[in-house]
């Protein structure tokens, strides 16, 4: 099944690509799917992905992004960014990068233009952007910092469950998977919308979706091949240039 994939990205102009958080397991960045560990195992990401989440306990859900924040400053990239990044830089212009990831390791990579779909968890901004009354880099250091003349919070710059995607990126990810002769479908459960619906969009328009991933998935059914295994190991072989 490989090599047949393999035939399909050499055939293939146009590239769409969708990852989720299976492609940075092997950097060590635990998935959503991963049960929570520690003091954090008691709380669901579902709950604290979310404006009330944050608003109800602000001081939780910001030091939680905090502990997801200081992780990532001690990991890498692995093999299956950097084979994104190098298929990228050896055929310009032909692979479209959509991540449902925040934690920045494609662009650590080397990959350029990618779509960020749930935004990026190194970005803050104001809670309440209406009222916003100062500049972010003036908060007053706090967990979470917070403006000291209108009470405004800062909260990381993701899209959390409920709130809707960056319009422009998603039309650019909607527009990619249109537009492509293959979609792959790298490390993703395929649980959450509308992201995960980019899979069947790039089916009816015609494209051959690949769907890559150690277990089952709720877009394997979407797949006209799955590849049952490591980004980290499939993915060189997968776009080897
Ligand atoms: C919206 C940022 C509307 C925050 C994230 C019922 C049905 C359909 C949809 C809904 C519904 N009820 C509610 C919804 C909508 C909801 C949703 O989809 N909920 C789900 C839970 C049912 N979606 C939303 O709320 C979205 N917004 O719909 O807005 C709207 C419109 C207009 C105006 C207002 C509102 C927003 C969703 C974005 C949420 N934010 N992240 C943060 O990170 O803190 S999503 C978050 O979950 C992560 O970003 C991550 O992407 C995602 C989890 O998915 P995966 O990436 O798939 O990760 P997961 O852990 O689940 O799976 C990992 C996979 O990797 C596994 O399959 C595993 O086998 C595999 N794997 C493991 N190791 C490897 C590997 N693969 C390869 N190699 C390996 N080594």
Redesign the pocket.
């Given at each position: 099944m490989l090599d047949i994939a393999r035939s399909w990205v050499q055939q293939s102009q146009r590239i769409a690509v969708l990852t989720?958080?299976?492609?940075s397991?092997?950097s060590g960045v635990p998935?959503?799917?991963?049960a929570q560990t520690g003091y954090w195992a008691q709380f669901r990401?579902?709950e604290m992905?979310t404006e009330e989440g944050f608003r109800n306990h602000p001081e939780r859900v910001w030091k939680w992004?905090q502990y997801r924040r200081d992780l990532l400053a001690s990991v890498q990239p692995n093999a299956?960014h950097g084979a994104l990044a190098d298929f990228e830089q050896h055929h310009p212009g032909r692979l479209t990068l959509i991540t449902?990831?925040?934690d920045g390791l494609h662009q650590r990579a080397g990959s350029s233009g990618v779509l960020c779909l749930?935004?990026d968890?190194l970005e803050n901004r104001w809670l309440d952007t209406p009222r916003a009354c100062c500049h972010i880099a003036d908060a007053v250091k706090g967990e979470p910092p917070y403006c000291d003349r209108c009470g405004n919070l800062v909260r990381?710059g993701?899209?959390?469950?409920?709130?809707?995607?960056p319009h422009d990126t998603f039309a650019a990810a909607q527009l990619a998977v249109h537009q492509c002769a293959l979609m792959l479908v790298?490390?993703?459960?395929?649980?959450?919308?509308?992201?995960a619906g980019l899979a069947r969009q790039a089916r009816s328009a015609g494209a051959r979706v690949v769907v890559?991933?150690?277990?089952p998935?709720e877009l394997d059914d979407a797949a006209h091949a799955v590849l049952r295994g490591?980004?980290?190991s499939l993915l060189p072989q997968l776009l080897a240039v």
């Open positions: 989720g958080a299976g492609v397991a092997e998935t959503f799917r991963d990401a579902e992905a992004y299956a449902q990831n925040v749930h935004g968890i990381p993701v899209v959390w469950f409920g709130e809707a995607l790298i490390g993703t459960a395929g649980a959450v919308y509308p992201a890559l991933n150690p277990a998935s490591a980004a980290g």
